[in-house]
C-alpha cells in the first residue's frame, strides 16, 4: 500500500479516537459547504480589514499560521468566470475545469489566467457551479467520509455538465481527484502537458516574458504525480530566461495545511528553499501549486527579498498577449 494511503488512514484512525471538535467542524462541516465557505471567507476579510486577525496572531491568540494567507483579495475566482467560457476561435475540445479552494478564494488571477489561456488555445471551459473542495484538506485532518461525498459530489456535477475531461492548475485538487474512485470515467488531464499539446497544435505567436525565471516543484506534482518536465518546457516557452534552481524539487514547507498547524517547522523547511531562489538570482519563481505560492510568498516577504511568485499559467497567459487583470 502507498505511503500516503498509510498515513491517510492513521489520521482516519485517528480523528475517530481522539476527536478534534474545531477541526471536525472547519473540515467536516464549514470546508464541505459553499455557502458557508464564503461566510467564512468573508468575515476572515472583516477581520483582516480591521486589523483583528493581525492582533490575533500578535497576541498569540491566533496559529502563527494565520498569517500565511496574506491579505485576501475582495472577491473569489467564482464571480469573474462563468460557467461556460467558449473557445476563441475554432473549437478543439470541450473540458470540465476544476476550481479548487485555494485557487478560488486566495488567487482569483491564476483561474481567471487559467480559463482565458486555454479559451485562447480552443477549449470550451465548463465551471460547475455545483463543485465543492476536492477533499483533500479533510483526508488530511482524518474526515475521510466528508472527503468521500465531496468527491462524488464533484464528479456528479461534471457528469451532469456532459464533461468527461477534466483539467485543474492546482497541483494537489489534481492529485487527490487523479485518485478518486469517484471520478472513474472522467479524464483528468495535467494542465502542463495539456497546455504543451495545444500549443503544439494552434502555434500560437508567444512573446517571451522578459524575466530571469525559475521553478519549485510542487509535491504533489513531482512526486505524487511523476511530473517534472513538462512545467519547465512551458516556462521556457513563455519565457526569456530560465533557471534551474538548486533543490528544485525539495519541499518548500508548506504541505497543504501542514504549515497552518506546523508554523515554525514549515519556516525552517522553507529557509533552505528561499536560499536556493536566491542563488539562482530569478526576479520570479514559479510553481504548479497555489499553496507553495502562499508558503513561498510568505517566506520571501519576511526575509525582505523583491523575488515575486506566480503560476506558470499567469506567465502564459502574459506572453500570450491576453488581458487578464482584475
Known amino acids: 500500500m502507498p505511503v500516503h494511503r498509510i498515513v491517510t488512514a492513521a489520521r482516519s484512525l485517528a480523528a475517530e479516537k481522539v476527536p478534534a471538535p474545531v477541526q471536525k467542524l ?3 462541516k464549514v470546508w464541505t459547504h459553499p455557502t458557508q465557505l464564503n461566510l467564512s471567507a468573508k468575515l476572515v476579510r472583516k477581520c483582516q480589514a480591521t486589523g483583528l486577525v493581525d492582533l490575533g496572531v500578535a497576541k498569540g491568540l491566533l496559529p502563527k499560521g494565520f498569517s500565511l494567507p496574506g491579505r485576501l483579495p475582495d472577491r473569489p475566482a467564482r464571480a469573474y468566470i462563468p460557467e461556460i467560457t467558449p473557445a476563441a476561435g475554432k473549437l478543439k475540445m470541450r473540458l470540465g475545469y476544476f476550481l479548487g479552494c485555494s485557487t478560488d478564494f486566495l488567487y482569483p488571477e491564476v483561474a481567471i489566467c487559467t480559463v482565458a489561456v486555454l479559451s485562447r488555445l480552443g477549449c470550451e471551459v465548463v465551471l460547475p457551479r455545483q463543485l465543492k ?29 456532459g464533461v468527461e475531461i477534466v483539467v485543474t492548475d492546482c497541483a494537489s485538487c489534481a492529485a487527490e481527484i487523479k485518485e ?14 495539456l497546455l504543451l499539446e ?13 524575466k530571469a525565471i525559475t521553478y519549485h516543484d510542487p509535491c504533489h506534482l513531482a512526486k505524487a504525480q511523476g511530473i517534472t518536465g513538462e ?9 526569456a530566461d530560465y533557471r534551474e534552481m538548486p533543490g528544485a524539487g525539495d519541499c518548500c514547507g508548506g504541505g497543504g495545511i ?16 528561499i536560499s536556493s531562489i536566491k542563488e539562482t538570482r530569478a526576479e520570479t519563481v514559479a510553481t504548479f501549486c497555489p499553496a507553495c505560492i502562499m508558503q513561498l510568498r510568505h517566506g520571501l516577504w519576511k526575509n525582505g527579498g523583491k523575488v515575486t511568485v506566480a503560476h506558470p499559467v499567469q506567465l502564459l497567459a502574459q506572453s500570450l498577449g491576453l488581458n487578464t487583470r482584475i
Do not use: W
Open 231 to 239: 512545467p519547465r518546457e512551458l516556462l521556457r516557452l513563455a519565457c
Open 198 to 210: 495545444l500549443i503544439a497544435g494552434a502555434k500560437p505567436t508567444l512573446q517571451k516574458v522578459q
Open 26 to 28: 472547519i473540515f467536516g
Open 180 to 193: 478518486s474512485p469517484a471520478f472513474e470515467g472522467i479524464q483528468v488531464l495535467d494542465l502542463s502537458r
Open 133 to 161: 473542495c476536492c477533499g483533500l484538506p479533510q483526508q488530511e485532518s482524518g474526515e475521510t467520509g466528508a472527503a468521500g461525498m465531496l468527491a462524488l459530489s464533484n464528479a456528479k456535477a461534471f457528469q451532469q455538465a
Open 258 to 273: 501542514f504549515s497552518i498547524y506546523h508554523y515554525d517547522v514549515g519556516m525552517g523547511i522553507l529557509k533552505q528553499k
